[in-house]
């Protein structure tokens, strides 16, 4: 017997429609979830003014992703002059990466790329999605974009599996990924605590790729039912062979191990989020 589902999709605000309603309209009777974008808990701890929820209050039921098969790419066409990201360091011409509307996690680490990790980088803002960007590539009016492993690939197969395409440098990771082990993490680029604690907090979100959660104060008997019903559906073989079938990375993490990446949002030093926060929004207002 399966239950009837009702999606609703509620676009807007980077996630903060849904966590709103979450937090603040919907019956806690454990008959509503969502899913939300990553970064969503990370904005209430950024002083954004329009979140209003606390997310240590939710109910959080797992991640797909983990991230640990997935990259997040400094990815550029294969015609350009830097094989390497020591080639790009020496390059006196700047490289184009595009990125999406203010907020955006593309736009967010092309920032990062330039400004924290000091990379010659021109960020040309304004493109809607990926899509767009994988055209501006192929015509040269860019070099390339942040996204990630598993989205290219999905995305772009021609592109991907003709050797079209470079990785420079991947975010999102502790290590570097198994299929690119001569591509640098950001991590390793950087000396300084405090740059490392920046990019810590940077990338937390992705090791909660794809969160499920539940609103506030609904009866723990039911949160119970709904993270094993989450656990069982990660493993369940048809479920799997769909996700595999449409390219998604399928790393599941449980409930309290997102909770655990929520509260070490919450535990990361206000002037490391400040700091961050200035360096985004000085690069999305230029």
Known sequence: IYPTVEPQNIPGAGGMLVAQRLANTVDRDGATIAILERGTPQLAYEGDANAKYDPLKFNW???LSSYADDAYLVLIMARHPAKTLEDLRKSTVALRLGGDKPGSTNLTFAILARDLLKLP????????????????????ELDGQVIGMGSARGAQPALWNGGQLRPLLQFGRLTRVKEFPDVPTGRELLKDPSDLKLLDYAEISFFMALPFLAPPDVPQDRIEALRKAFMDMVKDPAFLEDARRSGFDITPVDGDGVRKLVERMAATPKDVIQRYVDIVAKGRNE
Not at 121 to 139: C, D, E, H, R, T
């Open 121 to 140: 980088i021109q960020v040309v803002k304004g493109y809607n999605g990926g899509a767009p960007m994988f055209l501006a590539m192929q015509s040269g």
């Open 61 to 63: 039921l797992g991640s």
